[in-house]
């Protein structure tokens, strides 16, 4: 959440003993039908969000909702070692293409070192493993550490900034750095490379999703040597139209740049209930696709024309990764 200083940027629905949650929240969908040119009907659902059981004063009619799932992090090590110099020349390359996709490097303005690249988060908005772990422990978990010396405490909750404290910083900075070298060292699950040259990869690279998820991306391992990795991810942020835009409370599109999502580990995911997109609102591969707009809408037209046995070989690669 982004624009109200009275409830902080997480907008908490549960509490510990003695606490109040901060709101109710409940979730509708509109929904509707797009036609494939094969004929085939794939249904759309929107979450439409509605905040209640305040516990303080009334949302900002600006105040901008970003609901989001918990993004994927296995190889955030591996991504972390991409050098900015690729990132460069991989934005470089989308825009020189004719297909209207032109990716920007997530550039951050810090306070302490100055310009970074941001690599981690649904909207590139944390530079390194450790600046993302460390805002989820004070955002999520209300609990400081050594690089987040505030936790999520609204200005005008007395509560919460008198409650006890654990600490100083609460998360100690030993049990922190395990946390982050976990995160940083988590494999992507996988056991084999992916197949690059199967009917899928081809019809992933024609239809254009391959221009944003690239397959290749070359990573400094700091030992003098490069190699390769498959992510299928740019870490590059785009427009996608205004309906993935986050919305504020009155209903106004705030304008929203994606980073692109790592592909990678989706076989791991085949087996539970498929939730795809920020919010989780896209059951299928299809749904997926079919939310892309904007940068995504020449290779969301292009999927839209596949035939039946196309899109199900697509898939079934893409479930491969």
């Known amino acids: 959440m982004r624009g109200n200083v009275d409830y902080g940027f997480v907008l908490n629905v549960t509490a510990t003993s003695g606490f109040r949650p901060e709101a109710r929240i409940s979730i509708a969908y509109q929904t509707r039908r797009v036609a494939l040119g094969d004929g085939t009907a794939v249904e759309l659902r929107e979450p439409q969000y509605r905040v209640d059981k305040l516990d303080g004063s009334p949302l900002s009619p600006d105040t901008v909702l970003m609901p989001r799932m918990p993004p994927a992090v296995q190889g955030d090590g591996l991504l972390e070692m991409v050098p900015v110099a690729e990132l460069e020349r991989v934005a470089r390359a989308e825009a020189a293409g004719a297909d209207g996709v032109h990716g920007q490097v997530a550039w951050i303005t810090t306070n302490t070192a100055g310009p970074v690249v941001g690599r981690f988060g649904w909207q590139a908005s944390e530079p390194t493993v450790a600046s993302q772990v460390a805002v989820a422990f004070a955002r999520e978990m209300g609990l400081t550490n050594p690089l987040e010396s505030r936790d999520d405490c609204a200005p005008s909750n007395s509560a919460c900034k008198t409650a006890l404290s654990g600490g100083s910083p609460e998360v100690e900075a030993e049990l922190f750095d395990a946390v982050v070298n976990f995160q ?37 391992r700091n030992t003098g040597g490069n190699a390769i990795i498959h992510p299928f991810t740019d870490l590059l942020l785009h427009d996608l139209g205004q309906g993935l835009a986050d919305r504020t ?12 999502a790592p592909l990678w580990g989706m076989h791991v995911v085949t087996t539970q209930p498929q939730r795809f997109l920020h919010d989780g609102r896209a059951r299928s591969i299809d749904e997926a696709v079919l ?31």
């Open 249 to 260: 409370i009155a209903g106004a599109v705030a304008p929203s740049r994606w980073r692109t």
């Open 184 to 220: 940083r060292w988590h494999a992507v699950p996988v056991t084999k490379e992916p197949d690059l040259k199967a009917i899928g990869a081809q019809l992933f690279e024609s239809t254009g999703c391959a221009r944003c998820h690239q397959t290749t991306l070359a990573i400094d």
């Open 291 to 321: 939310w892309h707009d904007g940068e995504g809408g020449t290779a969301r037209d292009r999927y839209a024309k596949l035939s039946g046995e196309e899109r199900r070989v697509l898939a079934e690669w893409i479930n491969t990764l």
